[in-house]
C-alpha cells in the first residue's frame, strides 16, 4: 500500500473527491481526512481522520517495543547478579522473560505517550495550510493502482496538491516519527 496526500483548497472539493474515490473502488477505511472542521466532513459521510492517521502513534509504538524488550532483558541480568545466585536455571530464564516482557511493555507504554504529540510528516508540512482552512486527505492505495487514482483526481481537481512521502523526508523525520 501507498499513502497519498491529498491537500484540497476547501470542503466541497474534500467532498467531491472523497465520493470519486468511492467511485474508483476505495472503501473508507482507506480514506481519512483531517482538517478544522471534521463535524462537517463527518456531516457529509467523509471519513475523519484520528490520532492513527495524523501522528507518529504507531511507529512510536514499534520503536518503544524493539528498544524496551532488550533493556528489559539487560535489566533481568542486572537483576540477577545484584540479588544474588539464588535463582535456579528456571528461575533465572523467568526473570529475564518477565522483565524483557516488563521492558517491552514499558517501551511501548512511553513511546505512544511522546508519538501521540509528534505529527506525520506530511501533516507537518501542511499544518499552515490546515489552519487556513484546508483539508488534508490521506488515501492508502494498491501500488499498482496509484498512477491511475493519480491522474484521475488530477484531471478532474487540477488545484489539489497530491503528494506522498519521499525517501528523503522519511530520513529527515525518523527520529520524530516516519
Not at 483539508?135 to 503528494?163: F, G, N, Q, T
Request: with cysteine; aromatic share 8%.
Amino acid at each position: 500500500m501507498q499513502r497519498l496526500y491529498f491537500l484540497t483548497p476547501d470542503l466541497a472539493t474534500t467532498i467531491k473527491i472523497a465520493h470519486e474515490l468511492t467511485d474508483l473502488g476505495l472503501t473508507k477505511k482507506e480514506v481519512h481526512v483531517t482538517g478544522r472542521d471534521w463535524l462537517k466532513l463527518e456531516e457529509n459521510g467523509v471519513n475523519s481522520s484520528s490520532l492513527l492517521q495524523t501522528s507518529d502513534v504507531a511507529h512510536a509504538a514499534v520503536r518503544g517495543l524493539l528498544f524496551g524488550l532488550p533493556l528489559g532483558c539487560v535489566l533481568g541480568v542486572v537483576v540477577y547478579y545484584v540479588l544474588g545466585e539464588d535463582f535456579t536455571n528456571t528461575g533465572f530464564m523467568t526473570l529475564i522473560i518477565g522483565m524483557g516482557i516488563f521492558g517491552g511493555l514499558f517501551g511501548v507504554w512511553t513511546s505512544t505517550m511522546v508519538g501521540v504529540s509528534v505529527h506525520d510528516v506530511k501533516v507537518d508540512k501542511y499544518e499552515e495550510e490546515i489552519e487556513h482552512g484546508a483539508y488534508l486527505m490521506m488515501v492508502d492505495v494498491p501500488k499498482e493502482r496509484e498512477s491511475m487514482i493519480y491522474s484521475a483526481i488530477h484531471r478532474h481537481h487540477p488545484e489539489v496538491i497530491i503528494d506522498k512521502v519521499t525517501a528523503e523526508e522519511r530520513r529527515h523525520h525518523c527520529g520524530t516519527g516516519i
